[in-house]
């Protein structure tokens, strides 16, 4: 005989118009430990059922009104009880019975009479593989609250607010694939007046990604701070200390450049990136790709970033972006493009920096449909629009 069960008491529910295999199911689980309640038809069973969700139910199915299938559906149907294992017990073993005992929902099938080493057997089986698959939802519902609070702990490192600069228009923007991002941006006062204006994408995806952008994003501060007026110096110690902290194992795309609103000059460095597009007001044809001025942070200790500049004119716009824009893709695998964000751009020119930005997440999200965000987007736009006295 297989041992009593000493270690929980599991409530059975039994569903049978034979009073006589009630009492024999009844006794014998009874004897393993599981709190039994017997029932002699479907009506019962639902009410039963409903009122308090046993941990499984034994199921007749040819009964007075109500058969075993149909409660078995009618279960099924019910949010509340539609998860409780359900083994029919029938003495119909032709197979399209047991077939149409599986359609319905049913778990298991057991033909009478029945062998009480077999039933006990099966019943252990899945109440232990319900149980199972409850600790495994609890475990994904704690997974899912803690991937919520991290990805808000991740936000509270991106800029609440864009700076507030006279003849300035500022729009940042990010959109996670996921809880947590690998994208991030900052946009922010230096010193003196200096705006600091980044954008980084962390080369992976998921909570090893997520980690590496808090710590990159914090050092970039922190050095940016340190070193105001110098891009390659703040992404070479940067670069450094990543390396140091984490053996090389992950790696940062990084534009990263200091404006001085009173003139209009940027200058910046562009670690791997992919480049920002700057369209003059003057000829809007004329289009200025921020090329790499040297490689993704995290790779060689001794990699140096080139400086380099440009002067943003009254009208000017800049346009700053992760690859999950170019790289967005529809139903049909095809890849949204940089041609099709310079189109997006360009019809947009005139409007406020705000709205550029709206129009271009548009658009992608026009070209995209039904298809599912496979990588975080993040995207910077930077307007100037009047001259400063």
Same mark, same amino acid.
């Given at each position: 005989?297989?041992?009593?069960?000493?270690?929980?008491?599991?409530?059975?529910?039994? =569903?049978?118009?034979? %009073? $006589?295999?009630?009492? #024999?199911?009844?006794? !014998?689980?009874?004897?393993? +430990? @599981?709190? *039994?309640?017997?029932?002699?038809?479907?009506?019962?069973?639902?009410?039963?059922? =409903?009122?308090?969700? %046993? $941990?499984?139910?034994? #199921?007749?199915?040819? !009964?007075?009104?109500?058969? +075993? @299938?149909? *409660?078995?559906?009618?279960?099924?149907?019910?949010?509340?009880?539609?998860?409780?294992?359900?083994?029919?017990?029938?003495?119909?073993?032709?197979?399209?019975?047991?077939?149409?005992?599986?359609?319905?929902?049913?778990?298991?099938?057991?033909?009478?009479?029945?062998?009480?080493?077999?039933?006990?057997?099966?019943?252990?089986?899945?109440?232990?593989?319900?149980?199972?698959?409850?600790?495994?939802?609890?475990?994904?519902?704690?997974?899912?609250?803690?991937?919520?609070?991290?990805?808000?702990?991740?936000?509270?490192?991106?800029?609440?607010?864009?700076?507030?600069?006279?003849?300035?228009?500022?729009?940042?923007?990010?959109?996670?694939?996921?809880?947590?991002?690998?994208?991030?941006?900052?946009?922010?006062?230096?010193?003196?007046?200096?705006?600091?204006?980044?954008?980084?994408?962390?080369?992976?995806?998921?909570?090893?990604?997520?980690?590496?952008?808090?710590?990159?994003?914090?050092?970039?501060?922190?050095?940016?701070?340190?070193?105001?007026?110098?891009?390659?110096?703040?992404?070479?110690?940067?670069?450094?200390?990543?390396?140091?902290?984490?053996?090389?194992?992950?790696?940062?795309?990084?534009?990263?450049?200091?404006?001085?609103?009173?003139?209009?000059?940027?200058?910046?460095?562009?670690?791997?990136?992919?480049?920002?597009?700057?369209?003059?007001?003057?000829?809007?044809?004329?289009?200025?790709?921020?090329?790499?001025?040297?490689?993704?942070?995290?790779?060689?200790?001794?990699?140096?970033?080139?400086?380099?500049?440009?002067?943003?004119?009254?009208?000017?716009?800049?346009?700053?972006?992760?690859?999950?824009?170019?790289?967005?893709?529809?139903?049909?695998?095809?890849?949204?493009?940089?041609?099709?964000?310079?189109?997006?751009?360009?019809?947009?020119?005139?409007?406020?920096?705000?709205?550029?930005?709206?129009?271009?997440?548009?658009?992608?999200?026009?070209?995209?449909?039904?298809?599912?965000?496979?990588?975080?987007?993040?995207?910077?736009?930077?307007?100037?629009?009047?001259?400063?006295?």
């Amino acid at each position: 005989m297989i041992p009593a069960r000493n270690d929980s008491i599991d409530d059975i529910l039994i =569903v049978d118009d034979t %009073p $006589a295999n009630l009492r #024999l199911l009844s006794t !014998m689980l009874a004897e393993q +430990g @599981y709190h *039994v309640r017997p029932v002699l038809n479907g009506a019962l069973a639902l009410e039963a059922a =409903v009122a308090r969700p %046993p $941990a499984l139910i034994l #199921l007749d199915i040819r !009964m007075p009104g109500i058969n +075993g @299938y149909e *409660v078995c559906e009618r279960l099924k149907d019910d949010p509340a009880t539609r998860e409780i294992p359900i083994i029919f017990i029938s003495a119909m073993d032709a197979a399209q019975d047991k077939v149409r005992a599986f359609q319905v929902g049913g778990v298991d099938y057991i033909t009478k009479p029945f062998n009480v080493e077999e039933v006990l057997a099966r019943v252990e089986t899945h109440i232990s593989l319900n149980k199972l698959r409850k600790q495994m939802l609890d475990a994904n519902r704690k997974m899912a609250r803690e991937l919520v609070l991290a990805g808000e702990i991740q936000t509270s490192f991106l800029p609440h607010t864009m700076p507030d600069v006279p003849g300035w228009q500022f729009s940042a923007v990010l959109r996670s694939a996921r809880e947590m991002s690998g994208d991030f941006y900052d946009l922010g006062v230096l010193t003196d007046g200096i705006l600091k204006i980044l954008i980084a994408d962390v080369v992976d995806k998921g909570a090893g990604a997520a980690m590496f952008m808090a710590l990159s994003s914090t050092l970039l501060r922190t050095y940016a701070a340190a070193f105001p007026f110098e891009p390659d110096r703040v992404l070479g110690a940067v670069n450094k200390r990543i390396i140091k902290d984490t053996g090389g194992q992950q790696f940062v795309s990084v534009f990263y450049g200091v404006l001085d609103p009173s003139s209009g000059t940027l200058s910046y460095c562009n670690a791997g990136h992919p480049p920002p597009i700057f369209i003059s007001s003057g000829n809007s044809s004329v289009v200025h790709a921020l090329k790499k001025t040297g490689g993704v942070l995290g790779i060689d200790m001794h990699d140096r970033w080139e400086i380099d500049s440009i002067t943003i004119d009254i009208g000017g716009l800049l346009l700053l972006y992760t690859d999950g824009i170019t790289d967005a893709s529809n139903e049909g695998d095809e890849f949204f493009g940089e041609a099709a964000v310079l189109e997006s751009l360009k019809r947009n020119l005139d409007h406020p920096a705000g709205e550029v930005q709206g129009a271009i997440l548009a658009d992608v999200e026009q070209f995209v449909g039904s298809a599912p965000q496979h990588d975080d987007i993040a995207l910077v736009v930077v307007k100037r629009e009047v001259a400063l006295e």
